[in-house]
Structures are given as structure tokens and as C-alpha cells.
């Protein structure tokens, strides 16, 4: 892992460091997982994620093999639907305390705001972080009666635009599944 993706890493695990609502289902199977393929517009996969559940929240790792290159947000996003083109369907960013959205204010972060990918000209990328604020199946679970999504976006997230960082339409969104 290259030296931003571990900063990436450390800095949501910093502006994430609010008491953990994982539980006790969750604590009691680590090996509790979901995961979802990621595809563009045009139906192309351009990689999987995969959240496992954890004692310290929902660990995800992301693997991007066809991304576009630039900085990109990602989000988990509140409704498990991903209708192209912009993936609207997939709803608002996951938010079940109804916090504010972005790492850069007192209010924030939104339980779905992740660090920005940063995607090398190849579009290949693999990056792990732990959410402590969500979980896979219980409180603030990603696979509640909706469901949820994850999206990378047009735009890299400002981290503090309320509701969505000004991050520009979603590119490429996956369903999120047992």
C-alpha cells in the first residue's frame, strides 16, 4: 500500500474516532461480510468492494482494476439501486444519525463519507479502511430493508459542502450484498 493510501487510511480512522455503534452480532461474527461490484455508466465493471464486519466497525477493502484516473469521492450511499447514468437511484449518502456531511466540520462526517480515491493513470487501485460508524448487518447496518450503495463520483469531496461535498455525479456505483 503506497504512502497517500495509508495516509487516507489514518486520516478517516482520525476524523472517524466516534464511539463505535458496532454490535454485538457484529463483535460476535468478524467474519460477517458484504460486498458489491462496482460498474460505470455503460455497465463495465470497474471493481469490487467488500466490507467485512469487525470489532471496531465495518473494514472495507476496495479493489479498482477500470476506474477513471483523477481524484474522486466515495460514498456509501443510502439505497441499495444502482440506475445509470448518474446513479441517482442509489439516494442520498448513508447518514442514519442524520449528521452533516464532510470530515472538516463539527457536525460531520456522514456515517457514508470516505477519504477521496486517488486513481493512478492505469485506473488500478487497492485501498483498505475501517468505518467504525457503520455495520453490516445491525445498527447503522448497510444491509438494512433498503439496502445501500457504494458510488465514486465525478469530483473529489471539499469534505465540507453539506449534503455531498460538491462531488459531482456518481461514475461508477454497486449494489451492496451478503
Not at 463505535?20 to 469490487?48: F, I
Not at 469487525?54 to 482494476?65: E, F, I, M, Q, R
Not at 439516494?91 to 442514519?96: I, V
Request: a negative charge; hydrophobic letters at 45%; one cysteine or more.
Amino acid at each position: 500500500m503506497g504512502r497517500r493510501a495509508v495516509w487516507l487510511a489514518a486520516s478517516l480512522a482520525a476524523a472517524l474516532a466516534l464511539a463505535s455503534p458496532v454490535s454485538a452480532e457484529d463483535k460476535a461474527s468478524p467474519a460477517a461480510k458484504a460486498s458489491a461490484v462496482l460498474k460505470d455508466a455503460s455497465g463495465k465493471e470497474v471493481g469490487r468492494a467488500t466490507f467485512t464486519a469487525t470489532p471496531s466497525g465495518a473494514l472495507l477493502s476496495l479493489v479498482l482494476t477500470a476506474a477513471p484516473p483523477g481524484v474522486h469521492a466515495l460514498h456509501v450511499h443510502a439505497i441499495g439501486k444502482c440506475v445509470p447514468p448518474d446513479f441517482k437511484s442509489a439516494g442520498p449518502d448513508f447518514n442514519p444519525d442524520q449528521t452533516k456531511h464532510g470530515f472538516m466540520v463539527p457536525e460531520g462526517p456522514h456515517a457514508g463519507d470516505l477519504p477521496n480515491l486517488h486513481v493512478p493513470a492505469d485506473g488500478k487501485l487497492e485501498v483498505e479502511f475501517v468505518n467504525p460508524v457503520v455495520t453490516i448487518s445491525q445498527e447503522a447496518a448497510l444491509l438494512d430493508a433498503d439496502g445501500s450503495s457504494i458510488v465514486i463520483h465525478a469530483n473529489a469531496d471539499d469534505y465540507k459542502t453539506d449534503p455531498d461535498g460538491d462531488v459531482g455525479p456518481g461514475i461508477a456505483c454497486g449494489v451492496i450484498t451478503p
